[in-house]
């Protein structure tokens, strides 16, 4: 009896701390609606904390590829994320035309992309720490020039 | 049973100790403290931030608001490097100035006493350049037949020296942008005409009035 109230101790523990470590960094959240027939749905939440560590078993060869192809626009994302992080919540962007608008802005850690036009609505949710871990990555596998 | 409650209890309390030391509660705390030290050394220096708002009354009515920290922008600027910009500056071609040493001209305001430098009034054109508070204040009415266009522009002169202060032919945005974060709430652009209005100013809010 005893040992079974410790290893269901220990499982649910395992289970707890796993799970606090998994979401700790908040979730990604992907929202994708196209409101004509047939139009697709996506609904996704990963967790943010899974995105570095996959990054770690993604063979090298395709981060040179990426970072050949982004070498612009890496190291200035990476500089906008790691600033970004320094301020309190903000609207960055804003723009409407009457049907469209799209809204990007930060709130509580994460960078929020709001898409809205007639007939679709995207809406991203990404912690800002997840945006840095990637693009530092990314940066970091670049070749060098 | 009850006798081995206590031993259990321990146990029990033990590893739920552990579980709290090692769960997010010290992530979250550590995160709070790095917020409140950033935020104690943020209200010792408040963020300056750029806002950029533009208006169309025509068609559908758009409208783009962009709301920027300075200290954003002076850190992300040296890191875009394409066409004429790099590491914060802007290679200016001599071609394009008709030859005038924009250092020169300037440092000539700089040195000059406030008054209005350039007026013309024409049937097409006002414009009006003075040096007022030190500030460089730059009118242009438009008057044209199909629309009128207004534009005003308020630059400090710090801020037109840091400009000019790197090489001949550059005009560096990085010192310019720092000057710029040590200025008051100040309104730096005002384009108006019958369809758009263009506002860029610069204050301590991070949210668009």
């Known amino acids: ?145 | 049973m009850t006798s081995l409650t206590p031993s259990f209890c321990k146990k029990a309390a033990l590893i739920t100790a552990a579980a709290v030391a090692l769960s997010p509660i010290g992530a979250w705390a550590q995160t709070t403290t790095d917020k409140t030290s950033s935020s104690s050394t943020a209200s010792a220096k408040p963020d300056r931030w750029l806002h950029v708002r533009v208006i169309s009354t025509d068609g559908k009515g758009e409208t783009v608001r962009v709301n920027v920290p300075l200290e954003l922008a002076e850190k992300v600027l040296p890191a875009i490097n394409h066409d004429r910009l790099h590491d914060g500056k802007v290679k200016i071609d001599c071609a394009h100035v008709n030859d005038v040493d924009l250092r020169a001209l300037a440092e000539a305001i700089r040195n000059s006493k406030d008054g209005e430098y350039v007026t013309v009034q024409g049937n097409d054109n006002d414009v009006r350049v003075a040096k007022q508070s030190n500030y460089l204040i730059v009118h242009v009415l438009d008057k044209g037949k199909s629309k009128k266009q207004q534009v005003e522009i308020k630059v400090p002169m710090k801020v037109v020296d840091a400009l000019f202060s790197a090489g001949k032919d550059e005009l560096d945005l990085v010192a310019a942008l720092h000057a710029l974060s040590a200025q008051g709430d100040t309104e730096l652009v005002s384009v108006k005409d019958e369809e758009n209005t263009v506002r860029v100013w610069l204050d301590s809010k991070n949210v668009t009035e």
């Open chain 1, 1 to 145: 009896m005893l040992f079974l109230a410790k290893a269901a101790l220990g499982l649910g523990g395992t289970i707890v701390l796993a799970g606090a470590y998994t979401f700790h960094e908040g979730v990604i959240r992907v929202d994708v609606d196209e409101s004509r027939a047939g139009g697709s749905h996506v609904h996704m939440w990963v967790p943010a904390a899974a995105v570095p560590m996959a990054l770690h078993i993604v063979p090298k060869r395709h981060f040179m590829y990426t970072s050949e192809h982004g070498r612009d626009f890496v190291p200035l994302a990476y500089a906008i994320v790691k600033e970004l992080k320094k301020f309190p919540d903000a609207e960055l962007i804003e723009v409407d035309d009457g049907t469209q608008h799209v809204r990007i802005r930060t709130h509580e850690g994460k960078l929020q992309i709001d898409e809205t036009e007639p007939g679709q609505d995207v809406h991203l949710l990404i912690p800002l720490s997840t945006l840095e871990d990637v693009t530092s990555q990314l940066e970091a596998n670049a070749p060098s020039a």
